[in-house]
């Protein structure tokens, strides 16, 4: 009881100190208000990142195995890979026809044309060559209109669902549905728009809103198929029952391609948790370069405040000689001047988070979703009270070791 009475009695005395220097202390704070007002924008913006990144390969879909030639993520020497053959149609329709246990397998292909309507030309467009099976293996589907199906496939159609970036630069406020367009020299009839799906170009993947899809079989036939990159998409059963079905596509595709058993596998399995996995990596050195060089600014807020806390316990040094002249302990002046420090930091703990929810708010109204989770803030106090410990247990400890006869002479 006693304990708590001198905490208390403590705690008054640090609060009126620093009401006695208010620009003092204001000052001293802006150091701690800069540093949590960085740490807390540097974690948001990062998970502001992961959340628009997790958004925007979620049309990949996760339960979703695709084949192709290289690997998505490199993890080694690149050269490797270059004297392995091309996938084929061929081989989609064998891995159709043996992997029964597939719900979907889809084959794509991709070449980029310049895409025209009327006056306006947008250069450099992806066009996906696929089927009707797209819609079973991806998570986006049409916001207008419809998608691609089994006779547009059949019979080489004329047929195209156009993304939003398409829709919103050649069509604004017109109906694309039905429309004419040219993809390169081709007319090309608007059957759907499909919803907005973003973009997964931190890693240079496809931008999902400015593509456009049309039958595989009338991409072949219209832009060629000689030297064609295949990619063949397929749906496992359920996601608990991924791993195992992974197995089973590499050893029908391991058949499909003749490989004997001491041969390496010439094709790769490309997945969802291979770009999570390497987008993770990246922003992991990211996020922790982002935090030493903001950590740096609260490493100098604690050196102002400690500083600060010299200043006040050579001030105070006659108040001090007085307390323990009438009976206060070592421990009670200590936890004087740490409450002392520790308010002020927290007092630019919080100052510099409130600012953060303005920064936040800007951040998510013009640049990605963002938002300071509970955490965040939690962490921030943490930090700023640790900050205000460490940097007032140097000069509260030598307050405490002053000799009260001594302190008493102090002019």
């Known amino acids: 009881m006693k304990s708590l009475h001198e905490i208390k009695e403590s705690f008054s005395i640090a609060v009126e100190a620093i009401k006695s220097n ?108 696929t089927t009707e099976k797209h819609v079973e293996i991806s998570t986006g589907a049409p916001q207008a209109g419809r998608f691609l199906i089994a006779n547009d496939v059949q019979y080489k159609k004329n047929i195209c669902v156009i993304g939003q970036e398409i829709q919103e630069y050649l069509f604004k406020d017109i109906d694309p549905v039905n429309k004419e367009i040219k993809i390169g020299r081709y007319t090309f009839l608007v059957a759907g728009v499909m919803e907005k799906q973003g973009s997964a170009g931190f890693f240079g993947g496809p931008n999902f809103d400015r593509q456009i899809f049309v039958p595989i079989s009338t991409l072949l036939k219209n832009f060629g198929s000689r030297n064609r990159q295949f990619s063949i998409a397929v749906k496992a059963p359920s996601q608990n029952e991924l791993t195992d079905f992974e197995y089973a596509l590499i050893g029908e595709m391991r058949k499909i391609r003749k490989l004997s058993p001491t041969d390496e596998n010439d094709f790769s399995i490309n997945k969802m948790e291979t770009l999570m996995n390497a987008y993770n990596n990246v922003m992991g050195v990211v996020v922790l370069i982002g935090l030493l060089i903001t950590g740096v600014s609260l490493f100098v807020g604690g050196i102002g405040v400690m500083n600060i806390m010299f200043v006040s316990v050579t001030e105070r040094t006659r108040e001090i000689g007085i307390r323990k002249a009438i009976g206060a302990r070592k421990m009670t002046i200590l936890t004087q001047f740490l409450l002392e420090s520790s308010s002020i930091c927290l007092l630019g703990g919080i100052t510099g988070l409130i600012l953060s929810f303005g920064v936040t708010r800007l951040i998510d109204a013009f640049l990605l979703p963002a938002s300071i989770s509970p955490g965040i803030a939690f962490i921030a106090v943490i930090i700023s009270l640790l900050v205000g410990v460490f940097s007032g247990v140097i000069p509260a400890y030598r307050a405490s070791r002053l000799n009260p006869i001594e302190a008493l002479r102090y002019e």
């Open 22 to 129: 208010k620009i003092r202390g204001m000052l001293t704070a802006l150091g701690i208000i800069i540093g949590i007002l960085a740490v807390v924008t540097t974690m948001t913006a990062a998970n502001g990142l992961g959340n628009r990144f997790k958004e925007s390969i979620s049309a990949i879909g996760s339960d979703v195995l695709y084949v192709s030639r290289t690997p998505w993520v490199f993890s080694g020497n690149f050269f490797q890979f270059r004297n392995r053959e091309e996938l084929t149609l061929r081989d989609s329709e064998k891995l159709e026809s043996q992997l029964r246990d597939a719900k979907a397998v889809n084959p794509t292909t991709a070449t980029n044309q310049n895409v025209k309507y009327r006056s306006k030309v947008l250069e450099n467009v992806n066009i996906i060559g």
